[in-house]
């Protein structure tokens, strides 16, 4: 273990842990706890939302998927843009429509509290399995820099973002997120060059090797009706119509990103944050698969073995090869990413259990609070959450590739929340019962999808949907006839 590397990264963790803590003294009420007081700037909220969809998965697994196939991934990426001119277009109206603290609000107000708790729950459960993944990625970084077991690791990283999302809120998620992006490009950007110097002939060799190879291939344009055809997690169709349906779900109908764009002052600046986020995360994934590329030239001209499974090959190369004090840096850049999703993870669970459960019921029972009652129960149930997320990353070590098991498991889940949300916003006949049938029957479909084919992840949300839609649309006709 290298002294001035341990020291860099000690030095992070406890640094961030206190700029963080500091916005514990702006946190009065529910407003500045869950929404930071509607006073970030666009920007800001921007690098949130990219803090918050990238995580440790897509630090240490996107440079797995280029080693060992090609930039396919970048579809799923085009993808996310399309995804996001749906949400500034047909969500963000409703949403700043009054003032709302979670995205299950909005079908509360347009079906019932029964589905509004259905959504939630649904989201409860989403997040908390896909966040497990992501605590157990980084502590895949965390083992290797301290040679500690994968059960400590886990408690260190989840004490350390608990402590001050627990005092800051959303004020210190943003913020923080803010200045855990610019680290962990940085340290992306200082570990090409380190990758570089380790290859006789720089950029051009790695160019011609990775040429030849086919790793640059982005497009996969291979069409044709069979059961192949749709097990193929990257071309173009699954790629694309998978990354718009994606990110519509989870931009659109996740509180861990609803939560963000409802933070903003008001709607034309959180229309500018979703799509200038778009910007930061293509150049962030096609930083991170040449990263890939490089080090795959790296290893076929040393003659070494790789490390396996893939998602350790980043971070072994990393504290291995990299100079003392620049590996230190770029370590600290991971649990960067890793930090700032945890911390917006367990901040959304918080707001969703408050305010789409206990304040309801409260209410419903006549019993009344006042916010600083809230406020403190608010802390509480973030603490609740860190425990909830511990023992999930200690089962997520048996689920396989973190990247593609975190995005697998969120896809699961996301169609029946983008089918509701759409039978919500774009029918008038369907009601409740109606919708909770197509969610239900959306949710059951995809666990069979997920359980029992071989059909890839990136077509999940997009039958999830229509499952959902199909579903829904057909109840309301037999739902209304009997109400009739």
């Known amino acids: 273990m290298r002294f001035v590397d341990l020291a860099v990264v000690v030095l992070y963790l406890a640094g961030i842990t ?32 990219v803090s918050a969809e990238t995580s440790t998965l897509t630090v240490i697994g996107t440079p797995a998927l280029a080693f060992n196939g090609n930039f396919g991934f970048l579809q799923v990426v085009f993808g996310y843009l399309l995804g996001r001119l749906v949400v500034s277009w047909l969500f963000l109206p ?17 079906f019932g509290d029964r589905i509004r708790k ?14 497990g993944v992501r605590v157990f990625a980084i502590s895949i970084v965390i083992s290797i820099i301290l040679g500690t077991g994968e059960t400590a690791s886990i408690a260190l990283i989840v004490c350390l973002t608990l402590f001050y999302t627990f005092e800051g809120g959303m004020t210190a998620v943003i913020w923080t997120d803010v200045v855990q992006m610019f680290l962990y490009i940085a340290g992306a950007i200082v570990s090409c060059f380190a990758i570089l110097a380790t290859i006789p002939g720089g950029w051009s060799t790695v160019a011609g090797i ?22 193929r997690t990257y071309s173009f169709w699954a790629g694309v119509l998978g990354g718009c349906f994606l990110t519509t779900a989870s931009h659109g109908t996740e509180q861990l990103m609803v939560q963000r764009l409802l933070a903003a002052r008001n709607q034309a600046e959180s229309r500018a944050a979703l799509l200038a986020s778009w910007v930061v995360i293509f150049f962030q994934f096609t930083l991170f698969l040449v990263i890939g590329v490089m080090l795959y030239v790296h290893y076929g001209l040393s003659g070494l073995a790789a490390p396996q499974p893939p998602d350790r090959i980043y ?8 100079p003392p004090g620049v590996a230190g840096l770029v370590i600290a850049a991971i649990l960067a990413a890793a930090m700032s999703n945890l911390s917006a993870a367990l901040n959304s669970l918080a707001s969703t259990t408050i305010m789409d459960f206990l304040r309801p019921i409260m209410t419903a029972r006549g019993l009344q609070r006042t916010e600083s009652q809230f406020l403190k129960w608010a802390r509480w149930t973030t603490v609740g959450w860190g ?16 990247l593609e098991a975190g995005l697998s498991i969120s896809s699961v889940l996301y169609g029946s929340l983008l089918g509701v949300f759409l039978l919500g916003l774009l029918t008038r006949r369907v009601g409740e019962v109606a919708a909770m049938t197509g969610m239900v029957a ?29 579903t829904g649309l057909g109840a309301s006709f037999v739902w209304r006839r009997r109400s009739e």
């Not at 700029?19 to 690098?47: K, T, V």
């Not at 259905?118 to 966040?131: C, D, N, V």
């Not at 425990?387 to 973190?402: D, P």
Request: glycine residues 8%; positive net charge.
């Open 315 to 322: 971070p072994e190369f990393i504290w291995h090869y990299l």
């Open 210 to 231: 990775a040429s030849e190879a086919g790793k640059f291939q982005v497009f996969d344009f291979h069409f044709e009706m069979t059961a192949e055809f749709f097990s």
């Open 18 to 49: 206190w700029f963080g803590a500091r916005f514990g003294r702006s946190q009065h009420n529910l407003r500045d706890f869950f929404l930071g007081g509607r006073s970030a700037p666009w920007w800001a909220i921007a690098f949130s939302i």
């Open 442 to 470: 959306g949710l059951f479909v995809m666990l069979y999808v997920k359980l029992g084919t071989s059909i890839a992840w990136t077509w999940y949300v997009l039958i999830g949907t229509l499952v959902t839609w199909c």
């Open 387 to 402: 425990v909830v997320l511990f023992c999930i990353g200690l089962l997520a070590r048996r689920w396989g590739s973190v």
């Open 118 to 131: 259905l959504t939630a729950g649904t989201f409860l459960l989403l997040r908390a399995l896909a966040e």
């Open 94 to 110: 409703h949403y700043f429509r009054g003032e709302m603290y979670t995205a299950y609000e909005l079908m509360r107000i347009r």
